[in-house]
């Protein structure tokens, strides 16, 4: 039997609109669903906090096969999955295998976190017992964009869970079948209780109503930096966390020693991966001045080596971008550049929804596809002189997501990452890489720091309390 059925893959009516779930690479309608409106959102945030009460008792050994479960099931209905992934989000299927094998090791990851010890015992003045123990914060809301549909849900959606929460999760509508009703359905057949996890496709009305809901303390927010501006401002004035990764415009710095023959490859899967439509994409690369003219004609040569077509039904190396709003940004962002004086070296043309990789020389700070975050297959590329410029290229701009170093010399390398201030650094790598086990965010514009991996995930899914315990009641001068 499928994991989903169109349909059947509601549990329940939502008061929005009937939305069309459409397959990017043709237009193909794939099925329908109901939006949330406001009152969905309350509605699943009531729900969620009621089913959280006794999955917080429930024994860490209970919680933790579940997650177990639920890592095993992506792994046993891949093909069905990946086949989604591809159709909706216009993924090339090699993506989407990443997308499932990383939500498998989150879940995997997660199951370890509810055994993980949750406090200290502390010395204390008093004759007393003192000590700190995490407790679940509640109701945790997680709001998912498009182009990593299934891991940019699940990196919140299997820790909080994991660690006694309830989950209200509102996808992206564009992909809210593969970054959302997906994750409900593997989480219903891997054993966790009724009503623990909330589907709420929908759009900013959605996703106003879960940051502003009084049973929802905990905002998990990936998407834009202009979107995230507003889920902070309005998580502050409710006194709530907001987690926040947000945008990019990541720097790939090739000093002078490195090896072209090696890099061009790790360059152009920095940009063109996933229609460049990745927070950590290399969208700018800063380029030693005696590699510049060969470096721009091999990356170049590479982006018209690359066949770009329907994921689905051919061998493509690019799929196409995820609607007609993101196609007039890239294409915008690509004209205004060559009006500025930038050269078009390779690219800079479409068919329908599928744009060719494209490659910019001759870039510098007034460049719109250089200055911003395109969110699609572009490359510009810019020349340095010394490391002091490499380092002050690589750090300007407002965005501090991630860094990629090439060089022969590691320790060279490491020293100038310590210069640029990103929250991940790879040397002698591309930008875009995502582990499980790993902390990831970003700084400045591109969100609030580490909240997702490992030990970040106890910081941003519990509470930390304080607890003392006396034999006798204590006294007090009146």
Known sequence: ???????????????????????????????????????????????????????????????????????????????????WIVRESGSVPGK?????HVAAQECYEAAALASRPTGQVLPSEAPRLSYTRRVPVGVVGVIAPFNAPLILSIRSVAPALALGNG???????????????????????????????????????????????????????TGSTAAGRAVGEAAGRHLKRAHLELGGNSALVVLEDAD???????????????????CMT??????????????VERLAAKADSLAVGDPHREQVHLGPVIDEAQLAK???????????????????????LFYRPTVLAGVDDTTPAYAEEVFGPVAPVRS???????????????????????????????????????GIAHINDQTVNDEAVAPFGGTAASGTGARFGGEANLDAFTDLRWTTVRGDVAGYPF
């Open 1 to 83: 039997m499928p994991l989903l059925d169109p349909t059947t893959w509601q549990s329940r009516p939502l008061l929005g609109d009937e939305y069309t779930v459409t397959e990017p690479a043709t237009g193909e309608g794939l099925g329908t669903l109901g939006l949330a409106a406001a009152e969905d959102v309350a509605t699943a945030a009531r729900t969620a906090r009621a089913a959280q009460t006794e999955w917080a008792r429930t024994p860490h050994l209970v919680r933790a096969a579940v997650l177990r479960r639920a890592g095993d099931l992506f792994a046993a209905h891949a093909d069905e999955l990946r086949e």
């Open 96 to 100: 989407a295998d990443f997308e499932l």
């Open 167 to 221: 989950v209200v999760l509102k996808p992206d509508p564009r992909t809210a079948v593969c970054g959302g009703l997906a994750l409900g359905a593997v989480f219903a057949e891997a054993g966790l209780p009724d009503g623990l996890l909330q589907i709420v496709p929908g759009g900013p009305e959605a996703g106003r109503a879960l940051v502003t809901d009084p049973l929802v303390p905990v905002v998990s927010f």
């Open 260 to 278: 072209l023959d090696a890099v061009i490859s790790t360059a152009a899967w920095g940009s063109f991966f996933h229609q460049g439509q990745i």
């Open 282 to 295: 290399t969208g700018r690369h800063l380029v030693h001045a005696s590699l510049y003219e060969e470096y």
């Open 330 to 352: 890239i294409r915008g962002l690509v004209e205004s550049s060559t009006a500025g004086g930038a050269k078009l070296a390779a690219g800079g043309t479409h068919e329908r």
């Open 384 to 422: 340095f002189a010394t490391l002091e410029e490499a380092a002050a290229l690589a750090a300007a701009g407002p965005y501090g997501l991630s860094l990629g170093i090439v060089t022969r010399d590691a320790a060279r390398g490491l020293e100038l990452a310590e210069r640029v201030p990103t």
